[in-house]
């Protein structure tokens, strides 16, 4: 017992040291795009922010989160940070799978080494090995110049597998080989090279019913899942909406504004939202609240959720027929713009294609409504080449 309790400070305690050198890692969510930083990054201005600081890193790698589903998920990141083993980490979007790797990363040894991830589901199959093995120079037609794969790009780190269920079979066969053997060839070399990197991956697609269903290979899946966290969506803990989303608001209230708090509506609707884009889609309903709001107080409209709208109000209450549809088409836009941008991650062309929408259309549509995809883009990869995101 004693001897877990030592691993568990110890643990946080060099994540704070690690946290505290890395304003990008997990702790700190980015700064706002007009360049202020976010309240609370300057802690020595406000003494009791930093007191909030810490509570929330010793609550568990700068995920926030008390509720029962969420600590037993997270209960075992300490064990993971020490050792070597490839982790797979599960969970719908926007649940904190990122943010889970980067905080083992951040707390292993290999934290002072890249942590790189790679969107899976953003190559096409024939891209895959280059991206992951790199290639000589002359090895195919278009390789003018050598080029580092992603597992040389990380070497002594972490390499991040987002989305690992959309590996096409070839791609994880090519990807067992270095699970296997920690051993890999450059496209066009001849040369073995030793990979020394740790696989962290993450699934929201239910890896074990591909297995089963012969889509995902069950070696691949063994190999990659020697631990495996899954995360619990934000409707199945409730007890951690409002301080995640008193946090939020702290962190991203603009400078000139005073401090906010929530209304009891608005704490109300918080807590009836079903939030199918969890934590990423209350972060970005408090940063849009923070920027909207007018008053200290902020009010269930500043949410943009609009959900209690058609329900909340008896029907005679001066409400036709005609008003309530559009309140509910609004509202189905709305939550549905949301999860999608969310899933595609700001993507929105790859929305449009997903929604079989015209791009422009679905564009007005976002305006509409308020949404800024580059809210959901959550520093994941864009597609193509730009996919990998070295942090430190
Ligand atoms: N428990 C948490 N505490 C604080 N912030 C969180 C938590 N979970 C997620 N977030 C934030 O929510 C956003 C989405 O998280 P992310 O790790 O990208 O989710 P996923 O990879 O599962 O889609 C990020 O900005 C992240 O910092
Ligand atoms: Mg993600």
Same mark, same amino acid.
């Given at each position: 017992?004693?001897?877990?309790? $030592? ?21 700190? =969510? ?7 930083? =976010?309240? +609370? @990054? ?8 930093l007191a909030g600081r810490l509570r929330v890193m010793q609550t568990g790698a700068g995920l926030i989160g008390q509720a029962p589903t969420f ?5 075992? /990141? ?14 719908? $979007?926007?649940?904190?799978? %990122? ?17 790189? @991830? ?21 090895? #195919?037609?278009? @390789? *003018?110049?050598? *080029?580092? +794969? /992603? ?8 390499? #991040?597998?987002?989305?690992?269920? $959309? ?6 066969v090519a990807l067992l080989r270095v699970l296997q053997d920690k051993r890999f060839r450059a496209l066009g070399s001849s040369r073995e090279q030793? @990979? ?40 199945? *803990? ?9 946090? #939020? ?14 209304? =009891? ?17 209350? %972060? ?25 709208? $058609? ?15 559009? /309140? ?24 449009? /294609? ?35 995101? =070295?942090?430190?």
């Amino acid at each position: 017992m004693h001897g877990v309790r $030592t691993m568990t400070d110890r643990f946080f305690a060099e994540l704070r040291d690690a946290l505290a050198d890395d304003p990008e890692g997990a702790q700190q =969510p980015a700064a706002l795009d007009n360049g202020h930083p =976010p309240h +609370g @990054a300057a802690t020595h201005e406000v003494p009791e922010s930093l007191a909030g600081r810490l509570r929330v890193m010793q609550t568990g790698a700068g995920l926030i989160g008390q509720a029962p589903t969420f600590v037993k998920a997270i209960a075992q /990141l300490p064990a993971i940070a020490q050792s070597e083993a490839t982790v797979l980490i599960s969970g719908e $979007t926007g649940t904190g799978k %990122e943010l889970a790797a980067r905080a083992i990363h951040h707390s292993s040894a290999r934290a002072p080494f890249p942590f790189v @991830a790679l969107n899976c589901g953003s190559f096409p199959e024939s891209l895959m090995e280059d991206e992951l093995f790199g290639h000589e120079r002359g090895a #195919f037609t278009d @390789a *003018r110049d050598q *080029r580092l +794969g /992603l597992i040389a790009q990380a070497e002594r780190g972490t390499l #991040f597998l987002d989305e690992v269920g $959309t590996l096409t079979e070839r791609a994880q066969v090519a990807l067992l080989r270095v699970l296997q053997d920690k051993r890999f060839r450059a496209l066009g070399s001849s040369r073995e090279q030793q @990979a020394n990197v740790r696989f962290v991956a993450a699934t929201n697609a239910p890896l074990g019913e591909l297995v089963q269903n012969g889509s995902f290979r069950t070696d691949v899946y063994y190999r990659l899942s020697v631990f495996s966290i899954g995360l619990p969506p934000l409707r199945d *803990r409730t007890d951690d909406i409002l301080p995640l989303a008193r946090h #939020f608001l702290h962190t991203y209230t603009p400078p000139n504004k005073p401090a906010l708090e929530l209304s =009891p509506a608005a704490a109300d609707a918080l807590l009836t939202w079903s939030w199918p884009g969890n934590v990423r889609e209350l %972060e970005n309903a408090m940063i849009r609240a923070a920027h909207v709001c007018e008053t200290s107080v902020v009010e269930a409209e500043d949410l943009g959720l609009a959900q209690s709208a $058609t329900n909340a109000k008896p029907l005679s209450n001066g409400h036709t027929f005609k008003a309530l549809k559009k /309140l509910a088409i609004e509202r189905f836009e709305r939550e549905y713009l949301s999860r999608l941008m969310s899933e595609q991650h700001g993507n929105v062309t790859r929305a449009a /294609l997903v929604s079989g929408k015209d791009r422009r259309d679905l564009g007005r549509l976002l305006k509409k409504h308020r949404i800024d995809p580059k809210r959901f883009s959550g520093g994941e990869s864009p597609p193509s080449r730009a996919g990998t995101h =070295p942090v430190s």
